[in-house]
RNA sequence: GUGGGUGUAGCUCAGUUGGUUAGAGCGCCGGAUUGUGGAUCCGGAGGUCGCGGGUUCGAAACCCGUCAUCCACCCCA
């Protein structure tokens, strides 16, 4: 008989990953709401609409990247590609904009994409991401992309590099558009076939390319950033000086082209020289006009998104490894053993100790084996002869100090012993 | 969707120009006078050689196909 497998590009994240992940959730978490953010929960998957509508239908994530399901009446459903969409739609439908308070929110939890999986690159993966709604204010931008460098910082990632760039207004984009694309036509054939094509699609992401003939080939080409208007000038200028008096250290990247359709002025991306190909650890930007295409009022809004996998591989390679610890391993052998170690076990347990037992081992020299495999700090042992006296002995597995101690009552002196020291 | 690499024990991998019972290390289970772990020594379990076809007296090895996986492109977190 066939096993049946995994789906392609989706993980398990096995026991010894773990403590690792909780590791990089609780740091987020713990950061998110220390900078005044509350966590939502949105639903993984969505109308197909809402994400054709805000992600922007020409782009890849839309076009060819969607796990798209027909519902049993028939319509579209799509597993989320993003969090964005769901924030703001949720932030819509519940009419949070009334609130006059800042709505300020985070989320954590899976994506899926269908491409195909590489290093950091998985088809269902992990994000964690905030959007803070309402302020059009710089020091809005400047939070949230303090709050992301601060949040790798502590994880003591290695080698990170924060570019940022402006998009601009959607009519000084406009306005850029046409200069820009008569300057590559000018010199067509220096780029390479993707290029090309994107010359008309989509000609800011020709800045983007990586192939060098390209990159030298737009060395010169009019830069956005010189075709600011003067208000998103102001915006920018205010963000980097605010980076600035926070000490964020960032790096000016006019060819920084995000390709999500609802991006204005800020865009920003963190990279790290330690992920091979896909080096974006997390990247984000602000969205004023977002709210309204999703069918609500006006809203400004900013926000990111971190990859959780991505964050887990570079802490892979720093920080040393994790294990979830268990206090006492119970060695009851013998008859009478058996049966009170069954209680004792039982007894930690409720006192909130964590204790466990390998119910196949039936002599003390296979148990001590299990409990040195097990990382127990002690054991407690338990035979006939202990029994009869009414005694364990617990037993430091590292020291190898034991001491006789009463049966009756162990589970209370234990505890007592674990939280006062 | 495109390109390249890799598929042999739970894990990491050997396996000669095709040659007979497919190996090592680690891990696992057991033992070394029966109540004391890690070290050492000894023993044991565990493999449709990814799958299907072909060439051959003979295939883990060569050929074709297929699947899986990794890396890269595209693009993204």
Redesign the pocket.
């Known amino acids: 008989m066939?096993s049946i497998?995994?789906?392609?590009?989706v993980?398990d994240i096995l026991p010894e990953e773990t403590p690792r992940w909780r590791l990089i959730e609780d740091t987020a978490r713990r950061w998110a709401l220390c900078y005044g953010y509350q966590e939502i929960r949105i639903p993984l998957f969505e109308l197909t609409a809402l994400f054709a509508r805000s992600i922007g239908s020409a782009?890849?994530?839309v076009e060819k990247?969607m796990y798209t399901f027909p519902d049993r009446d028939g319509t579209s459903l799509t597993l989320r590609p993003?969090g964005t969409a769901g924030t703001v739609r949720a932030f819509i439908e519940h009419n949070r904009a009334a609130d006059p308070l800042p709505q300020k929110y985070f989320y954590i939890g899976p994506?899926f994409?269908h491409?195909?999986?590489?290093?950091?690159?998985?088809?269902q993966?992990?994000?964690f991401g905030v959007e803070s709604f309402g302020t059009s204010d710089p020091r809005a931008d400047i939070e949230v992309i303090a709050l992301l460098w601060r949040l790798l910082s502590d994880l003591a990632l290695p080698d990170l590099t924060l570019e940022i760039n402006s998009l601009g207004s959607s009519e000084d984009r406009a306005a850029y558009k046409p200069l820009l694309r008569s300057f590559l036509l000018q010199q067509e054939s220096r780029f390479c076939e993707?290029c090309r094509r994107?010359m008309d699609t989509n000609p800011l992401?020709v800045l983007?390319?990586?192939?060098p003939d390209c990159r030298a080939a737009t060395e010169s080409a009019p830069r956005l950033m010189d075709h600011l208007s003067p208000e998103a000038r102001v915006h920018f200028d205010q963000v980097l000086s605010g980076l600035c008096a926070l000490d964020v250290p960032y790096q000016l990247n006019p060819r920084l082209?995000?390709?999500?359709d609802y991006y204005c002025l800020t865009s920003f991306?963190?990279t790290s020289s330690h992920l091979?190909?896909?080096?974006?650890?997390?990247?984000?930007g602000r969205y004023d006009g977002l709210v309204e295409t999703l069918g609500g009022p006006s809203v400004p809004a900013v926000g990111f998104?971190?990859?959780?996998?991505?964050i887990s591989l570079m802490l892979q390679k720093t920080s040393t490894a994790l294990r979830d610890e268990c206090l006492y391993y119970v060695a009851a052998?013998?008859e009478a053993?058996v049966k009170c170690g069954l209680v004792l076990l039982d007894e930690l347990r409720k006192a909130g100790l964590s204790a466990q037992c390998?119910y196949?081992?039936?002599?003390?020299?296979?148990h001590?084996?299990?409990?040195?495999?097990s990382k127990c700090r002690f054991?407690i042992?338990?035979?006939?002869?202990?029994v009869a006296r009414g005694t364990v002995?617990l037993?430091?597995?590292?020291?190898?100090a034991?001491e006789a101690l009463p049966l009756s009552g162990l589970a209370s002196l234990l505890r007592a012993r674990t939280f006062s020291a």
């Not at 998104?305 to 991505?310: D, N, P, Q």
């Not at 196949?360 to 296979?366: I, N, P, Q, T, V």
């Not at 042992?381 to 202990?386: A, I, N, P, Y």
């Open positions: 066939d497998k995994g789906i392609k590009g993980k782009t890849d994530i990247e993003e994506m994409r491409e195909r999986p590489q290093a950091g690159r998985l088809r993966f992990h994000q993707n994107r992401r983007d390319c990586k192939v082209v995000r390709g999500l991306e963190i091979g190909a896909q080096n974006a650890v997390g990247a984000g998104a971190v990859g959780l996998e991505r052998f013998g053993g390998d196949r081992s039936s002599s003390l020299k296979s001590l084996r299990q409990a040195d495999r054991a042992l338990l035979g006939d002869d202990e002995i037993r430091n597995l590292e020291s190898k034991q």
